[in-house]
C-alpha cells in the first residue's frame, strides 16, 4: 500500500506483518489519576513506552511507526501541562534517544516548528544531526501536528505551483498531492491503534489512513506493552483488507503465517 491513497481493487489478505504502524497514545492523565498522581508523571510514564513499542516494532519487522505526540489542539490543555510535554521533549532526547538511534531507530518530526518553544526546537536540532546512519525503524513523532492543517499546507503549495504556471490543476493526481505531505514517499498506514477506549481519530493522518485498519484497546497507554501491540498485529492478520472492493465469494481466510 503506497502513499499515494489511491486504492486496491478487489480485497486482499492482510500481510503477515503492517510495514507502518499509526498510535494515538491516548489515558496518560487517567492512568494518572488512577494512580493518585499528577497528569504530567502520566505523560512522563507513557513516554517510556515509546521504547518497548519501538523495539516490538523491530522484532515484528514494522518498518514504520508513527505515534501521536502533541497536536495542535493540545495547546488548549492547561499551561502547566503543555510546558511538562515540552521538557519530555528534552527528557526523552537525553535518556531514550540515543539508546534508541544505537538499536537502529531512525527519527523523523512530523507536524510544525512554527509556535514551538527554542528549547524543544533544539532537540529536533539536535536529533536531525546525530540520527541513526541505520533505519531498522523509521519512528515518526508527529508533534505539533494537525492532519487538516498537514492537507490545508500542501494544497497551498500546489496552489502556489499552479498559480507560477509550474503545474497544471488537471496534473493535480492523489500521488502529486501525498509527495507534499509530512509523510511524502512513505507508505500509508496499514494499522491504527488507539488505546484508552477512545473511538475518534482526532485529526489525525487523515489523509493517509483512508483504508488504514483500526485497533481500538481500553488500556490505557503507560500499560500499553510490546505483548499488547503484538495482539493487535494479530488480529490485523485475520483481516481481509478490501480497499473498497467487494469481498471475495466463498469462504476466503487471509493467508500468511501469524506471529508467535
Same mark, same amino acid.
Given at each position: 500500500? $503506497?502513499?499515494?491513497?489511491?486504492?486496491?481493487?478487489?480485497?486482499?489478505?492482510?500481510?503477515?506483518?503492517?510495514?507502518?504502524?499509526?498510535?494515538?497514545?491516548?489515558?496518560?492523565?487517567?492512568?494518572?489519576?488512577?494512580? $493518585?498522581?499528577?497528569?504530567?508523571?502520566?505523560? @512522563?510514564?507513557?513516554?517510556?513506552?515509546?521504547?518497548?513499542?519501538? @523495539? *516490538?516494532?523491530?522484532?515484528?519487522?514494522?518498518?514504520?511507526?508513527?505515534?501521536?505526540?502533541?497536536?495542535?489542539?493540545?495547546?488548549?490543555?492547561? /499551561?502547566?501541562?503543555?510546558?511538562?510535554?515540552?521538557?519530555? *521533549?528534552?527528557?526523552?532526547?537525553?535518556?531514550?534517544? $540515543?539508546?534508541? /538511534?544505537?538499536?537502529?531507530?531512525?527519527?523523523?518530526?512530523?507536524?510544525?516548528?512554527?509556535?514551538?518553544?527554542?528549547?524543544?526546537? /533544539?532537540?529536533?536540532?539536535?536529533?536531525?544531526?546525530?540520527?541513526?546512519?541505520?533505519?531498522?525503524?523509521?519512528?515518526?513523532?508527529?508533534?505539533?501536528?494537525?492532519?487538516?492543517?498537514? +492537507?490545508?499546507?500542501?494544497?497551498?503549495?500546489?496552489?502556489?505551483?499552479? $498559480? @507560477?504556471?509550474?503545474?497544471?490543476?488537471?496534473? +493535480?493526481?492523489?500521488?502529486?498531492?501525498?509527495?507534499?505531505?509530512?509523510?511524502?514517499?512513505?507508505?500509508? =498506514?496499514?494499522?491504527?491503534? /488507539? *488505546?484508552?477506549?477512545?473511538?475518534?481519530?482526532?485529526?489525525?493522518?487523515?489523509?493517509?489512513?483512508?483504508?488504514?485498519?483500526?485497533?481500538?484497546?481500553? +488500556?490505557?497507554?503507560?500499560?500499553?506493552?510490546?505483548?499488547?501491540?503484538?495482539?493487535?498485529?494479530?488480529?490485523?492478520?485475520?483481516?481481509?483488507?478490501?480497499?473498497?472492493?467487494? =469481498?471475495?465469494?466463498?469462504?476466503?481466510?487471509?493467508?500468511?503465517?501469524?506471529?508467535?
Amino acid at each position: 500500500m $503506497g502513499s499515494t491513497g489511491s486504492g486496491v481493487s478487489g480485497a486482499q489478505a492482510a500481510p503477515t506483518i503492517p510495514r507502518h504502524i499509526a498510535i494515538v497514545m491516548d489515558g496518560n492523565g487517567r492512568w494518572a489519576r488512577q494512580q $493518585g498522581l499528577p497528569r504530567t508523571e502520566g505523560h @512522563r510514564e507513557g513516554a517510556r513506552r515509546v521504547k518497548e513499542v519501538a @523495539r *516490538t516494532c523491530i522484532e515484528l519487522g514494522v518498518q514504520y511507526l508513527t505515534i501521536y505526540a502533541f497536536s495542535k489542539e493540545n495547546w488548549k490543555r492547561p /499551561r502547566t501541562e503543555v510546558s511538562a510535554i515540552m521538557k519530555l *521533549t528534552e527528557y526523552f532526547y537525553r535518556r531514550e534517544f $540515543g539508546e534508541l /538511534r544505537d538499536e537502529g531507530v531512525y527519527f523523523v518530526h512530523l507536524g510544525d516548528r512554527m509556535g514551538l518553544p527554542k528549547s524543544v526546537i /533544539r532537540v529536533l536540532d539536535n536529533i536531525e544531526k546525530n540520527n541513526s546512519d541505520e533505519k531498522r525503524l523509521i519512528l515518526n513523532i508527529a508533534f505539533n501536528y494537525s492532519g487538516r492543517s498537514e +492537507i490545508v499546507r500542501a494544497a497551498r503549495v500546489l496552489a502556489d505551483m499552479a $498559480g @507560477r504556471g509550474e503545474l497544471k490543476p488537471e496534473e +493535480i493526481t492523489e500521488e502529486l498531492f501525498s509527495r507534499h505531505l509530512f509523510t511524502a514517499d512513505m507508505p500509508d =498506514p496499514d494499522l491504527f491503534i /488507539r *488505546t484508552a477506549g477512545e473511538l475518534r481519530v482526532s485529526n489525525y493522518l487523515l489523509w493517509q489512513i483512508a483504508y488504514t485498519e483500526i485497533w481500538v484497546t481500553d +488500556i490505557l497507554w503507560p500499560d500499553f506493552t510490546g505483548a499488547v501491540l503484538r495482539d493487535a498485529v494479530r488480529d490485523y492478520q485475520n483481516r481481509e483488507r478490501r480497499f473498497g472492493g467487494a =469481498p471475495p465469494e466463498g469462504n476466503v481466510s487471509p493467508s500468511g503465517s501469524s506471529i508467535g
